[in-house]
Nanobody
Framework: EVQLVESGGGLVQAGGSLRLSCAAS????????IGWFRQAPGKEREGVSC????????YYADSVKGRFTISSDNAKNTVYLQMNSLQPEDTAVYYC????????????????????WGKGTLVTVSS
């Protein structure tokens, strides 16, 4: 059974940092891309970042470039999203997703149809 479990969300002040984790199981981690999405109340889901575990390629949305860093620990089957300089507009539920046919290079187009999704973790940034 495929499982993606996000953790690390919480409440932080503007300018602060959080690190999200996505623990994966039930598939060949090294062959999959893992993406992070977020959805704020009343807004569409946004693809934030992605890492291709087979070649280490990464993608960042313009809205987070330079502030967020995605990384992968293949030994732990876990992907991390380090979020720095957080702003109130970063407030959202953050989801991770996995797919064997999507890569960091195609994430911006195909990410929304990734096969497996976690249940999300809430990030709240206060001003």
């Amino acid at each position: 059974e495929v499982q993606l479990v996000e953790s690390g969300g919480g409440l932080v002040q503007a300018g602060g940092s959080l690190r999200l984790s996505c623990a994966a199981s039930g598939f060949t981690f090294d062959d999959y891309a893992i993406g992070w999405f977020r959805q704020a109340p009343g807004k569409e889901r946004e693809g934030v970042s992605c890492i291709s575990n087979n070649d280490g390629g990464t993608y960042y949305a313009d809205s987070v470039k330079g502030r967020f860093t995605i990384s992968s620990d293949n030994a732990k089957n876990t992907v991390y999203l380090q979020m720095n300089s957080l702003q109130p507009e970063d407030t959202a539920v953050y989801y991770c997703a996995a797919d064997g046919a999507v890569s960091a290079g195609t994430f911006s187009v195909l990410g929304y149809v990734m096969d497996y999704w976690g249940k999300g973790t809430l990030v709240t940034v206060s001003s």
